[in-house]
């Protein structure tokens, strides 16, 4: 695993790209999979990297694994490739925007809260 360090700036990294709380996301990654008729169990609702999220989310930096690490870094670079964080330009209610906004949410970043 890094170093301390380097967890330590991962972590805040992580944090600044991923701006749901773990109640946003879980209820996200439920509406998202849910169809007219069914509904999955909420701990199998989602991409299998939103439900890392979701689980990062809910844990202390101490108790993070090298899984968790590798999906930080994903989640990361990911997030940051898709939004400038500083100059985010108002998303448009295009079928485009909208995929891009739910491909994002299920990272745990909605590019629509402050």
Avoid: C, Y
């Avoid at 108002?90 to 909605?110: F, K």
């Amino acid at each position: 695993m890094a170093d301390a360090l380097e967890i330590e700036a991962l972590w805040e990294d992580f944090h600044r790209v991923v701006n749901m709380t773990s109640a946003e996301l879980a209820a996200w990654l439920r509406v998202r999979d849910a169809d007219e008729d069914t509904e999955p169990l909420p701990e199998e609702a989602g991409t299998p990297t939103g439900q890392h999220v979701l689980a990062i989310l809910q844990k202390r930096r101490t108790d993070l694994t090298d899984d968790d690490v590798r999906v930080m870094h994903k989640v990361v670079d990911t997030v940051d490739d898709l939004v400038d964080m500083e100059n985010e330009p108002e998303p448009e209610n295009t079928p485009e925007d909208t995929r891009r906004r739910h491909r994002l949410m299920t990272l745990g970043h909605d590019p629509l809260k402050p």
